[in-house]
Every structure is written in C-alpha cells, then in structure tokens.
C-alpha cells in the first residue's frame, strides 16, 4: 500500500479543508447546480455565489462575454438575499462533507457585519470569504478592496462580528497589494483570497456601445494568471496569514505555479464553465504529483520560487521575513 | 444533464453561413425533448474559455442522432465548421427545460425568424409524432436564407415571409399571425428578441379579440398554477425560446438572465430557455 498523501489545508481558526483545490464564486452557484456532474464532497471548498443582506436583482445584459483567453462578466451580484440563502441551501449544505465558503458583499460596513452575524452559528456554513471589492456606496463609490484603511475597517468589523472563520477577497485593480493585505491580516482576517477579477470592458459588435449591459465587467480566466501570480507571490510575502490563490487556473500545472509562489490552495472559476470536472481531476492530479516527486504532503511545492526564506514554510501559509 | 463525449457523424452547410451537424450522442438523443440545449466545448484551442449551446434541433432514438443548426458568428462556431467526421467533442446536456403542449390542443402554430428555426424545429417532430398538425411560419431577410423544404417533415405546412419578397409574404412572419391565430390552440416561437416581442404583444390581446377562455381552466376556476411551472406553460397560448449570452448553462452563474415580468429575472439556461410569454417583461430595455 502506498502511503497516504496529505492534502489538507489549515486556513485557520478551525477552517481545515481536506484539500487545497476549492471552487470559485459566482462559478458554482449555491453547489447545486452541477447536479451529479461534479461530486462536490471531494471538494477542499465552495466559495458559493456573492450574498448581500437583500436581494439584489442585478445588472443589465449582456452579462458575460468571451474574451481572448478569458471572459469578462458583469452579473451585478444578483442573489436573493442572505436570508433566503440560509433558508434555502444551508440544510443542503450542513449534509454535505465539503466546506461551505459563503461569499459575502455589501455596499457599507454595516451590511457586511449584519450578512456575517446572520451566517453564524448557521449549520453547513464553514466560513465566510468577504467580497470588498463591490462599490461602497456609503463612502461615496470607493471600493473597499482598494483602500487599505477602508479594507482593514470592514474586515476588523465583520472580525468582531462573527467566530466563523473569515478569508478577505483581494480585488488586483490596486497600484500596491501590500499594504492592503497588511491591513486586512492586522484587522483579523484569517485567510486571504487573491485575485477578484480585473475591471475591463468589451465593445458591442456593431461598435455603437459597449457591449456589456454595465458596460463595465471582471476578467477572468487564463488571461489573468500572471496578474494573478504576480499579486499572489506580493501578498504571501506581505502577510503572515496563509493566501488562496485564484486566477486562470486551468490544469495542475497552474495549482502548481500558484502554490510556487506561496498559496497554500487555489480556487478554480472559469475553467469550470468549460470543463465541470476540472476541480476534482485536480486533486487527484496533484495527489498523483505528490507521490510522483515522493513527498507527503502536498506542502513541499508551497512556496519554492519565493525568494530566500529562513525556515521551511508552515502548515499556514508561508512564513517570510524580509 | 450529462457530460458526454460525442462523435461527429456529418456536417454540412445547409445556407450560406449557416451549418447543419448530426453527433452519435444516444443518450442525448433519447433523454432530450424539444427546447431543451446543449453547451457544446470547442477544442483546446488557446484562447477559448466558455462552451457555446445550442438548441437541440433534431433527435432521433433509434439511430442515437441529434443534430445542431448554427450560423458561424465567432471562432467557436468556426472551430465547429472544422470538425470532420469522427472527431469527438464534449456536450453538456440536455439542459433547460422543454416546450410544454397541452394534451388538447391539436393545432400547433411554429414561428421561428431566421435561425430561430433551430430552437423549434424539433417540436414539429414530437407534435407529428403525437398526432396534432403544425404550421410553421418563417421568416427571413431575403430568399437565400430560407430554410430548406426538404429539412422539414413532409406533414408540415411551411409558410415563408421574406422582408424583400424574394420568397412568400413580402413583409414580416408576424404580419401572418392574424390567419393563423385563430385556427392554433398553441403557438411556440423562437427568433429574433423584436419578433418575439411582437408575438408577445398580438398574443396578450388574443384572448380580448377572440373571445376565447383561457386554456386549462376548470369551471369555476380554482387555484392558478405557479408561474413558469410545467403546469402555467402548458396552459400558455405563446411559448417562446429565447437567446442570452451564457457562461454556464446549468444556472450557477447568473450570466444569461432575462427580465420577468415580476419577481428577478429568469435564467435562460434554468428557468428557460423556453418560457410562457406572459412570464417575461417585454418591455425593459435589456437586449
């Protein structure tokens, strides 16, 4: 018998997944709807779809487009609420193995607070990956996930909030992570998730507007992986907390490039759209890698084209001293 | 819904632009009915990310065909032009739900605009098949992009508007409701969103200029069934298929909405494609 292969991921304050390869939000809807496709209990995680305290109806379409290498999509956060999700899934998700990341978004600090205090206690809720980088309205437009002071002022909000363990989505239309992410970790954020999408637009084929219906919409897909990369292999350096990392994954070689540079997991999101049962070949890809090179656990790839470290990295994320 | 690996049997362009492929696909073949979609993968060719669907537009049981008609818009569809037979490509499916016919009606009115011709020319079949007539009315630019006679069971009867009078009626499919409408228990469309538009608004006034009562409904009426249930649909005197960009196609990601006529808006791979017309807001400027 060949020995056991450790997979798992400690992301902190109890949140143990039982592998490094989730799936992201807005791509896999409430875990559903894939139905017999996907077997989601061998999933390390769900992120599942954006969860505002109302319901929100969205934007206009078109909402999605193809773009070379990616697809930029503008969906507007439409979602019934964070009530009606509780009421809806959560009982499915409470018989469910795989750990349930609620996504959560607001417009002000104090949606966000009042979304993770009714997703507490909730059973089948394992976690909560703030979404900052929807507009906040309340302070005239800014987002959140832009702003170091405003990042680290929601994140410690939702912090005293909630004992559930809490992972903050780093948006990459920043000029400097670092100080971003510094902040979120100093405010109690027990994970970081990077990257959200890039803003970008497309134009209507007869050139007359442009073609989204919000006219602007998040890229995503292979497109941003060195974006991704590169803002990934900045925070794990920043930051003490272990990072997720998301961005363009499409195959194992990508999970590994991610985990290069310091992620101790990575989301799967548009590459799902093409193929459903992507996310679940990786695991048993990056098993089958680990047994390959002879390593126990899949942590011997986290972090090796960092520069010079003192120690080896920790079960948490990376470790990194300037 | 499956995932299936399903093998090109043959592939032709039918109208200029405009390209007609059959897939052994058994499964799909057999579990599908008319409405539904499959979301079809392009090869692994870099730069493509999202599936492309497709209205089923023939099934057959017993040979395990199915077959898909699509006009070449983008790199998708003209990577699907250069499949030959016996390559292999990956369909989801079949996803969304179906046309709904009442087991009463037993005139059927079919309008498609164009290539809308896809998203209902497999219920001429299953309406043939259980013994009802069709009348299928089409509309088209110009002659040269008519739909081939010979593509249609010869049980149908075709009538054909041109916008140039190439062919038929000079003018739009829709100037032809009004002979059709009153000799139609149903109507099932699919076209362009201005066509459908119209169908939506000559079929709301339909009850009013005929004076006919709403089918389905009991004497003394009862309890009304939900909108968009199987139920709703079926009772429905104008069902359209309706179109969306579309990222998933199995309702996780919110991409291909349209606007309803109350509550949020629908998804087209979920909900849809097939809705009751009534269920729709035809007014709100999304295109």
């Known amino acids: 018998m060949t020995p056991a292969v450790d997979l798992s991921v400690d992301l902190g304050r109890g949140l143990v997944l039982p592998n490094p390869i989730l799936v992201a939000s807005g791509t896999f809807g409430y875990g559903i709807e894939y139905g017999d496709v996907v077997d989601v209990d061998r999933l390390g995680g769900i992120c599942c779809k954006g969860t505002t305290l109302k319901a929100r109806v969205g934007n206009p379409t078109p909402r999605v487009t193809e773009t070379p290498g990616g697809m930029l999509n503008s969906i507007g956060l439409q979602n019934p609420g964070v009530d009606a999700v509780i009421a809806k899934y959560s009982h499915t998700w409470a018989t469910w193995r795989v750990p349930m990341i609620v996504n959560v978004a607001g417009e002000s600090v104090e949606d966000y607070v009042e979304v993770a205090r009714r997703l507490d206690g909730i059973p089948g809720v394992a976690a909560i990956e703030l979404n900052i980088s929807c507009p906040n309205v309340g302070a005239g437009g800014l987002q959140f996930a832009i702003d170091a002071g405003a990042a680290g002022e929601v994140t410690a909000a939702v912090r005293r909030a909630t004992d559930l363990p809490l992972l903050v989505k780093l948006s990459p239309n920043v000029a400097d992570i670092r100080p971003i992410a510094r902040a979120i970790e100093e405010a109690g954020a027990d994970a970081l998730t990077a990257i959200n999408t890039l803003s970008g637009i497309a134009v209507a084929p007869d050139r007359k507007r442009p073609l989204l219906g919000n006219t602007y919409g998040g890229l995503s897909g292979p497109a941003v992986k060195p974006v991704a990369l590169r803002i990934v292999f900045e925070a794990t350096q920043a930051v003490k907390i272990p990072v997720v990392a998301i961005g363009g994954v499409t195959d194992l070689a990508d999970v590994l490039d991610f985990l290069a540079v310091g992620a101790v997991a990575v989301q799967v999101g548009t590459a799902i759209f093409a193929d459903p049962t992507l996310p679940v070949r990786l695991i048993d890809e990056l098993e089958a890698e680990c047994r390959r090179v002879g390593a126990a656990s899949y942590r011997d790839f986290i972090g090796t084209t960092l520069p010079k470290r003192p120690g080896s990295p920790s079960v948490k994320g990376v470790e990194y001293r300037p | ?287």
């Open chain 2, 1 to 287: 819904m499956r995932l299936t690996a399903v093998e090109l049997v043959e592939s032709r362009e039918i109208l200029p632009g405009q390209w007609l492929q059959s897939f052994h696909a058994p499964e799909l073949a057999s579990g599908s009915r008319a409405g539904q979609f499959v979301h079809v993968r392009p090869g692994d060719i870099s730069g493509m990310v999202l599936r492309r669907p497709f209205s089923l537009n023939t099934t057959d049981a017993a040979t395990g065909i199915v077959t898909i008609h699509y006009r070449v818009i983008g790199r998708g569809t003209d990577f699907f032009t250069r499949l030959r037979p016996g390559d292999s490509i990956d369909m989801l499916g079949p996803l969304g739900r179906p046309f709904e016919v009442d087991p009463r009606s037993q005139h059927l009115l079919l309008i498609a605009g164009g290539l809308g011709i896809a998203g209902v020319r497999m219920l001429a079949d299953e309406a043939l098949r259980d013994g009802k007539r069709v009348t299928l009315l089409f509309g088209a630019a110009s002659a040269r992009e008519v739909y081939p006679s010979n593509l249609l069971p010869d049980e149908v009867e075709y009538i054909v508007a041109t916008d140039d009078g190439s062919m038929g009626h000079h003018g739009y499919v829709t100037d032809l409701i009004a002979e059709y409408e009153t000799w139609a228990d149903q109507a099932f469309a699919c076209g362009p969103l201005g066509m459908l538009k119209v169908l939506a608004g000559q079929a709301a006034g339909r009850r009013q200029r005929m004076g006919v009562a709403k089918l389905g409904r009991k004497r003394g009426g009862g309890k009304g069934d939900v909108s968009g249930s199987a139920a709703a649909r079926r009772k429905a005197f104008l069902q359209v298929s309706m179109e969306q960009n579309m990222g998933c196609a199995v309702g996780a990601c919110l991409g291909c909405v349209v606007a309803a006529a109350s509550g949020p808006p629908l998804r087209v791979c979920r909900e849809g494609p097939v809705f009751a017309a009534e269920e729709l807001d035809w007014e709100t400027p999304w295109r």
